[in-house]
């Protein structure tokens, strides 16, 4: 039973982490032409539960720190495209599909690898309403680094 909760404390500590605070991040929707003073983009590139939980809590820790003094973006390549997907062809949990959404409602932004889409055959009816198609992830986490943001990868 303690060997239970020790593994769901992470996942209920972020809920409620998440859903206390009043803070929105703010974005526009033109690619953040109204800049905040902290920029930070991720590289989500597995489909590792133990990488996702560890990805988005962390996310949601800055979210919780700056609110909305921060612009986040996770941008999903690779084998991470599947947490974006609606339906995933590797093993996604609901719950990470709940936060990305809640996530999102707060103003993270979740962009979406043209190239791997591609290769999986994916067109945009295949992603969570909350992802945004970048032509290809690399160049969009580049492109971010470029207008200041810090760039995280696990």
Same mark, same amino acid.
């Given at each position: 039973m303690l060997n239970s909760f020790k593994k769901i404390l992470?996942? +209920?500590?972020?809920?409620l982490a998440v859903f206390s605070t009043s803070a929105m991040a703010h974005h526009t929707e033109t690619h953040f032409e109204d @800049? @905040?003073?902290?920029?930070?983009?991720y590289q989500l590139n597995k489909a590792d539960t133990d990488y996702i939980d560890h990805v988005l809590f962390s996310v949601g820790a800055l979210l919780r720190k700056y609110g909305d003094d921060v612009e986040?973006?996770?941008?999903a390549i690779g084998p991470g495209l599947h947490l974006l997907g609606k339906?995933?062809?590797r093993p996604i949990k609901p719950f990470h599909k709940?936060?990305?959404s809640s996530l999102a409602a707060y103003g993270v932004k979740f962009h979406a690898c043209g190239n791997t889409m591609k290769a999986l055959g994916w067109e945009k009816k295949d992603l969570i309403d909350e992802a945004t =198609?970048?032509? +290809?992830?690399?160049?969009?986490?580049m492109l971010l680094q470029e207008q200041g943001f810090s760039? =995280?990868?696990?």
């Amino acid at each position: 039973m303690l060997n239970s909760f020790k593994k769901i404390l992470p996942v +209920i500590l972020l809920v409620l982490a998440v859903f206390s605070t009043s803070a929105m991040a703010h974005h526009t929707e033109t690619h953040f032409e109204d @800049s @905040s003073p902290h920029k930070i983009v991720y590289q989500l590139n597995k489909a590792d539960t133990d990488y996702i939980d560890h990805v988005l809590f962390s996310v949601g820790a800055l979210l919780r720190k700056y609110g909305d003094d921060v612009e986040i973006v996770v941008t999903a390549i690779g084998p991470g495209l599947h947490l974006l997907g609606k339906h995933p062809g590797r093993p996604i949990k609901p719950f990470h599909k709940q936060q990305v959404s809640s996530l999102a409602a707060y103003g993270v932004k979740f962009h979406a690898c043209g190239n791997t889409m591609k290769a999986l055959g994916w067109e945009k009816k295949d992603l969570i309403d909350e992802a945004t =198609i970048v032509p +290809i992830g690399a160049d969009d986490i580049m492109l971010l680094q470029e207008q200041g943001f810090s760039y =995280i990868s696990w």
